[in-house]
Antibody
Framework: QVQLQESGPGLVKPSETLSLTCSVS????????WTWIRQPPGKGLEWIGF???????FYNPSLKGRVIMSGDATNNRISLTLSSVTAADTGVYYC??????????????WGQGTLVTVSS | DIVMTQSPDSLAVSLGERATINCKSS????????????LAWYQQKAGQPPKLLIY???TRKPGVPDRFSGSGSGTDFTLTISSLQAEDVAVYYC?????????FGQGTKLEIK
C-alpha cells in the first residue's frame, strides 16, 4: 500500500524559506495529484495546493505567490517550498494523495505530517 | 473562495447515541455533470493525520464502519454517526472540492458525554 512521509527542518527563521519533502513508497507519483495541507497548532486545516507530474499545479492564492511545488519522479517524492515565512506559517504540514489516479479532490492517504516552527 | 461552516464547533454525545454534524457551504458544490456534490468528510484523532471517511457526500470509503453516514445536497450537508463508539472521539472536517481553492470547514470536536 502507498505510504507518504513528510520531512523537513523543523525550525525556520522568519523571512527565510521553508523546504519540505514528501517521500512516497508503494506506488509511483506519476498519474496522481499530490496535495499539501497545513494545520496551525490547535487549529483547523488549510489547503495549500496541488501538484501533478503531468504539469497541473495550483496554489492557494492566500499564500500570495510564496509557494512552489515540484516533483522528482526518479526518487518518487514531492517537494514544497514556502518563502518569506512568518510565525503564521507555523504548523504541521501534511502531504496527501488524490483518492484515484487523475483525481484531485478527496485525499487518501495522508502522511503523518511534519511540524514546522517559524521562530528566531 | 467557498466558505465551509460547520456546526456545532463541539459536541458531546453519550455512547450508543446518535451524533450529527452539519456543514454548510457558501455556494453550491453540486457538480451537475456528475450529478454529485463534491463534499468529503474526514476524521482526525488526536496526534494523527486526518483520515477520509466519506466522499461524494454519502459514499463511505471502504473499511469505514456503516454507523457513519453522509447526506445533503447543494449547500447543506450532514455527517451522522448512528451509535457513537468510544473510538469515534475525534475532530471531524468537511471539505469541498468543487471550486479551487478547495476548502475545509473549521472542524467539529466530538466527545463522549
Amino acid at each position: 500500500q502507498v505510504q507518504l512521509q513528510e520531512s523537513g527542518p523543523g525550525l525556520v527563521k522568519p523571512s527565510e524559506t521553508l523546504s519540505l519533502t514528501c517521500s512516497v513508497s508503494g506506488d509511483s507519483i506519476s498519474g496522481y495529484y499530490w496535495t499539501w495541507i497545513r494545520q496551525p497548532p490547535g487549529k483547523g486545516l488549510e489547503w495549500i495546493g496541488f501538484f501533478s507530474s503531468s504539469g497541473n499545479i495550483f496554489y492557494n492564492p492566500s499564500l500570495k505567490g510564496r509557494v512552489i511545488m515540484s516533483g522528482d519522479a526518479t526518487n518518487n517524492r514531492i517537494s514544497l517550498t514556502l518563502s518569506s515565512v512568518t510565525a503564521a506559517d507555523t504548523g504541521v504540514y501534511y502531504c496527501a494523495r488524490g483518492l484515484w489516479s487523475g483525481w484531485i479532490g478527496e485525499l487518501h492517504p495522508w502522511g503523518q505530517g511534519t511540524l514546522v516552527t517559524v521562530s528566531s | 473562495d467557498i466558505v465551509m461552516t460547520q456546526s456545532p464547533d463541539s459536541l458531546a454525545v453519550s455512547l450508543g447515541e446518535r451524533a450529527t454534524i452539519n456543514c454548510k457551504s457558501s455556494q453550491s458544490v453540486l457538480d451537475s455533470s456528475r450529478s454529485t456534490n463534491l463534499l468529503a468528510w474526514y476524521q482526525q484523532k488526536a496526534g494523527q493525520p486526518p483520515k477520509l471517511l466519506i466522499y461524494w457526500t454519502s459514499t463511505r470509503k471502504p473499511g469505514v464502519p456503516d454507523r457513519f453516514s453522509g447526506s445533503g445536497s447543494g449547500t447543506d450537508f450532514t455527517l451522522t454517526i448512528s451509535s457513537l463508539q468510544a473510538e469515534d472521539v475525534a475532530v471531524y472536517y468537511c471539505q469541498q472540492h468543487y471550486t479551487l481553492p478547495y476548502t475545509f470547514g473549521q472542524g467539529t470536536k466530538l466527545e463522549i458525554k
